[in-house]
């Protein structure tokens, strides 16, 4: 309507107009009235803000059962060998997952992934598919010695 004053979208607008402005009390008296000032607002904004960035002590909870189990295991992968435009060059899981089991290694779960990297969409070039499976911290050597590496999260 023309002739009345058009009022911020929200309190925050305000805020940052009043600050930008150098000003910390508020434009229209209508809002004033009805709200706090802005250094009224700036000071707990700011506390909140300084103690949502300081580290909380917390006591580490003892690992018990399959919690202790998990901590002991790690991710290891190897591509699967699988190309663009070509059907049936991926190696499925329990093939690869042989491999770990014949040296000896114990898997726990397994599953398939991407190694998220970018590449040329060009037929013959690698998919990026990998086989992923979790196994004992203790056997990592020999996953390693048969061409897996170390999931890093």
Known sequence: MPGLRQRPRNLLDNVFRSFRNGDLSYPDSETRMSTPTAPNIAAPLILATLLATLPIAQAEEPQTGSDAAVADQIEVYRPDGSVQCESGGAIPLAQMRKTLTDAGVVVHSERKA????????????????????????????????????????
Do not use: K
């Open 114 to 153: 991407d190694d998220g990297l970018m590449r040329p969409a060009v037929c013959g070039a690698g998919t990026g598919a990998i086989n992923v499976y979790s196994i004992d911290v203790d056997h990592l050597e020999a996953a390693i010695a048969q061409g897996f590496r170390p999931l890093l999260h």
